[in-house]
């Protein structure tokens, strides 16, 4: 028993999986990374940084679906650290299936960038002597009981999964950040704008609008663990439960500006933030949603 004890501390130490990922990267000759200054993707640009110097490049995907705080954290994180970055520009508003907000869209979101990164990648091997320089994406062991139809892009495109591989989640990712003293470490999770939007409902630029001052403001109380939720002429506000009484005593405030917003009414959640809340109402049975 003992000696099992011993083989998971080894196994599940910080320590241990930093260099895992650490010989993962060592092992190529290149990285691509998909970057978005979440906690993720952070790590992976930071931990290809450390073993391949400039033979990298993490690539950030900009678009109006990215708010610009996290943009901008995104290229502070990678100046700060010395990151090789490109951004690129990506066109999955321009798709009327993205657009059309099913439960698959960020299928199409994932296939938009994977397909922009595949040209990125062609450029940097025939300029570098044909090495070879994989795809990587941030997924790890916790994504993959969740709702993700950009996984199905993934795999298509062939995208490489380190955290995957290595048997990582989410609490072992943050750790690894700790480990290396990274700002990061306890980094909310902020996914894109448009995963605020009701299903069903069109995703535009006016409503992406709404939602990312919507929660600039709230950002701006103090509120760190936040959502607006956009359901047409409905903004639902979503933060953890102890901080409702920051809500409440702003209420005239967050009314005012909601409303300059052009939300007609405002709720708060009773049941608290909630990761992936609307994806309550979808039937899961196609494997893209």
């Not at 005012?256 to 608290?272: A, E, K, N, Q």
Request: with cysteine.
């Amino acid at each position: 028993m003992a000696d099992l004890e011993a083989e998971i501390t080894i196994r599940d130490s910080p320590e241990n999986f930093a260099k895992k990922l650490s010989a993962f990267f060592s092992n190529q000759t290149g990285a691509i990374i998909a970057y978005s200054g979440g906690v993720d993707s952070a790590l992976l640009a930071y931990t290809a940084h450390l073993a391949l110097g400039d033979q990298m490049v993490a690539v950030l995907a900009d678009s109006p679906s990215l708010a610009r705080r996290e943009y901008r954290f995104a290229v502070n994180f990678a100046e700060t650290h010395g990151i090789p970055l490109k951004i690129v520009e990506t066109d999955e508003m321009e798709n009327p299936l993205y657009q059309a907000n099913e439960g698959n869209r960020c299928y199409y979101c994932k296939k938009s960038l994977f397909e922009k990164l595949e040209e990125l990648k062609q450029q940097f091997e025939g300029a570098l002597d044909n090495s070879h320089w994989p795809i990587l994406y941030g997924v790890n062991t916790d994504d993959l009981g969740d709702h993700r139809p950009g996984i199905q892009a993934a795999k298509e495109a062939s995208i490489l999964a380190p955290y995957v591989d290595l048997g990582m989640d989410k609490n072992a990712i943050r750790a690894v950040c700790a480990h290396y003293n990274l700002e990061i470490a306890e980094k909310p999770a902020m996914p894109c704008m448009s995963s605020r939007i009701s299903y069903g409902e069109k995703v535009t630029v006016e409503k992406l609008f709404q939602v990312e001052k919507g929660e600039d403001f709230l950002y701006d109380l103090g509120l760190r663990v936040l959502r607006v939720r956009h359901h047409g002429d409905t903004a639902r506000i979503e933060v953890s439960p102890e901080d409702f009484h920051i809500i409440l005593d702003n209420r005239e405030k967050i009314s005012r500006v909601f409303h300059d917003l052009g939300f007609v009414y405002i709720s708060l959640d009773l049941d608290g933030f909630k990761s992936g809340s609307l994806n309550a109402v979808l039937d899961l049975s196609d494997p893209r949603d």
